[in-house]
Antibody, heavy 125, light 107 residues
Framework: QVQLVQSGTEVMQPGASLRVSCQASGYTFSTYDIHWVRQASGQGLEWMGWMNPDTGRGGYAKTLQGRVTMSSNASISTAYMELSSLKSDDTAMYYC??????????????????WGQGTTVIVSS | EIVLTQSPDTLSLSPGERATLSCRASQSITTTYLAWYQQRPGQAPRLLLYGASNRAPGIPDRFIGSGSGTDFTLTITGLEPEDSAVFYCQHFGGAPYNFGQGTRLEI
């Protein structure tokens, strides 16, 4: 079945760098954008950025620019999200999600229809 | 940057009742660029509606989306206990693709 499987829990030191992986299966990886979303405990969803596995094109939330990098390895159908200079505020659940588009005419309709199970990231000294 | 504001913050209703959740955008959004998600406790979000009113596969017809411009609504009829969750709207009208702050629905 179509799914995204993320890497496991990470406990990180402040100032360190983090890499979370997101492996896709059940569909052609390169044909869908991957977005990353995070959620601090008890808080709402924060959109972090996106990347296209085919072109490598993407974009990041301004609040994270300079610290976040999104990439992929199509040969293993895996997307990556790297976050540097970690702070305690980065403690959160991190999700990857596939963006699907519907309709054949512009403007198309969009929604994130497949989500990873989430990766818990704890930043603490 | 488009900001989405959801209301109310929390909604407490009984089984069988109807819930009405609002999502207001800081500027007009093309209808096809509005999506709704449901997040149950301890779970990843689940896509409910795309294009403001189109149900994602497997979503029951109790979930109804409407609206245009800056005002969008998610209506849930015949509430069931399993509908207890936080609901988020999200836009795709240009990055950043922000979410609303969420509405908690308690059944």
């Amino acid at each position: 079945q179509v799914q995204l499987v993320q890497s496991g829990t990470e406990v990180m030191q402040p100032g360190a760098s983090l890499r979370v992986s997101c492996q896709a299966s059940g569909y052609t990886f390169s044909t869908y954008d991957i977005h990353w979303v995070r959620q601090a405990s008890g808080q709402g969803l924060e959109w972090m950025g996106w990347m296209n596995p085919d072109t490598g094109r993407g974009g990041y939330a301004k609040t994270l620019q300079g610290r976040v990098t999104m990439s992929s390895n199509a040969s293993i159908s895996t997307a990556y999200m790297e976050l540097s200079s970690l702070k305690s505020d980065d403690t959160a659940m991190y999700y990857c999600a596939r963006l699907s588009a519907w309709g054949i005419r512009y403007p198309r309709a969009y929604g994130m229809d497949v989500w990873g199970q989430g990766t818990t990231v704890i930043v603490s000294s | 940057e488009i900001v989405l504001t959801q209301s109310p913050d929390t909604l407490s209703l009984s089984p069988g009742e109807r819930a009405t959740l609002s999502c207001r955008a800081s500027q007009s959004i093309t209808t096809t660029y509005l999506a709704w998600y449901q997040q149950r406790p301890g779970q990843a979000p689940r896509l409910l509606l795309y294009g403001a009113s189109n149900r994602a596969p497997g979503i029951p017809d109790r979930f109804i989306g409407s609206g245009s411009g800056t005002d969008f609504t998610l209506t849930i009829t015949g509430l069931e206990p399993e509908d207890s969750a936080v609901f988020y709207c999200q836009h795709f009208g240009g990055a950043p693709y922000n979410f609303g702050q969420g509405t908690r629905l308690e059944i």
